[in-house]
């Protein structure tokens, strides 16, 4: 019974670390129609952040929100510079391209700056461990679970009270009705877009004291996200966190009673089973089609 519990509760802090990054991409997609390739690049961004921060002196507690506001403001670049320019109003097939392209120059520019080997990073909770009711839990990944928790219920509060939570709704629901509504369509658009690679950015700089931090670290948890947000429902941000926390709970389940080399196919077969039955994924009929 103690190795079931213990299993339930590794599977919920998985979970929590996916919906993170999960909710990044399903947010770009669901506001913008872009299908963000560049997401896993983000995530490595976020890495890196950290890493240069703490190199630089600063401790971890510190360098971590200072690595998503780097993480945002090249966001807020390529957004400006690429995005708007190459991919709103052209479909989703056009934002794989390019982003895709994004997302090899920003790796391409971490290897030159960084190099391609692997390198170490330092937290605080990384070697902490505590047993609550006999159960085993790691410092680092209850860092993560909590943290993670903590930026979804704040993000989730934001987006119901907030004037500007409110009005990304809106341009997600219809853009076209919401700039009729005298919404600021562009600035919403880019608003979303930073929020969702900043929350890549996050996932990457917590998860990278468990990794450690290369350029293509990122590219697992992509292809985890979308494994999520698929199952989800792409664009749904509720189903994004079920869908997080479905192949959290699954990959702990099969790894600790079927095998571990079989778990990454997992998730895709989730996936076809859900897809078979629910075409549109767990929850994509929520609110954040735009059309």
Known sequence: MDLLFQTLLNGLMLGAGYALVAVGLTLVFGTLHVVNFAHGAFFALGGYGVL????????????????????????????IAIVRRAI???????????????????????????????????????????????????????????VSLVVLIGFAAWLKRSVRGQQLLAVAQNARGALY????????????????????GLSGALLASIISAFPTMGDANM????????????????????????????????ETYVSVSWTPALGWVLVIVVLLLWPQGLMGRAQLHRH
């Not at 047993?131 to 790691?138: A, E, I, R």
């Not at 600021?184 to 890549?200: E, H, K, M, N, Q």
């Not at 941000?237 to 099969?254: K, S, T, V, Y």
């Open 223 to 254: 292809i985890t996200a979308f494994t999520v947000v698929i199952l989800g429902g792409l664009g749904s941000i509720p189903g994004a966190l079920l869908g997080a926390m479905a192949i959290g709970l699954g990959n702990a389940f099969f």
């Open 181 to 200: 509504s005298g919404i600021d369509v562009p600035t919403i658009r880019a608003l979303a877009f930073v929020l969702g690679v900043s929350a890549a």
């Open 88 to 146: 709103y109003d052209r479909g989703e097939h056009g934002s794989i391209i390019v982003t895709f392209a994004a997302g090899q120059a920003i790796v391409a520019a971490i290897i030159l700056v960084a190099g391609p080997d692997p390198m170490p990073v330092a937290s605080p909770f990384a070697q902490a461990t505590t047993t609550v009711f006999g159960l085993f839990l790691s410092g680092q990944r209850l860092f993560i679970a909590v």
């Open 52 to 79: 240069l921060l703490q190199q630089m002196g600063l401790p971890y507690l510190a360098a971590l929100p200072l690595a998503v506001l780097l993480v945002a403001a090249v966001g807020f670049a390529c957004e």
